[in-house]
């Protein structure tokens, strides 16, 4: 698993948790939830995410309290949550960059400047 993909299913995990302490909205939800299914489109898992997506959207546009929605929306999200629990469980510790190469830099030197 790559840092990036880590750092993402990761932080899906966290905006779950934030949904059920009520820092976020399902509205809020759905759209991270669409933004990481098109980041992780390889990943095994993308479809699962997609109509996570599309099934949260909905629970958003319905017309009732925010607590009933987030309520729906976390029973919804419940087998995803322990699909990617497992995989970053199964990946082990968080990846890290090599030591000595900053995170975004190249790993490759610059070619010499003429």
């Given amino acids: 698993m790559s840092i ?7 932080n899906l995990l966290d905006a779950f948790d934030r949904l059920h ?8 939800l759905a759209a991270l939830i669409f933004a990481t299914s098109r980041a992780l489109h390889a990943w095994p898992r993308a479809e699962e995410l997609v109509a996570a997506e599309k099934e949260v959207r909905h629970i958003a546009w319905q017309q009732r309290p925010e607590a ?3 309520s729906q929306a976390l029973d919804l999200v419940q087998p ?3 699909h990617i629990s497992r995989e970053l469980a199964a990946a082990g510790p ?3 960059h090599r030591p000595g190469i900053p995170a975004g830099h190249r790993e490759t030197p610059p070619r010499p400047r003429r």
């Fill in 4 to 10: 990036d993909e880590h750092r993402m299913l990761t």
């Fill in 21 to 28: 302490d009520g820092m976020i909205e399902v509205t809020d």
């Fill in 68 to 70: 009933d929605r987030s």
């Fill in 80 to 82: 995803l949550r322990v």
């Fill in 94 to 96: 968080k990846p890290r």
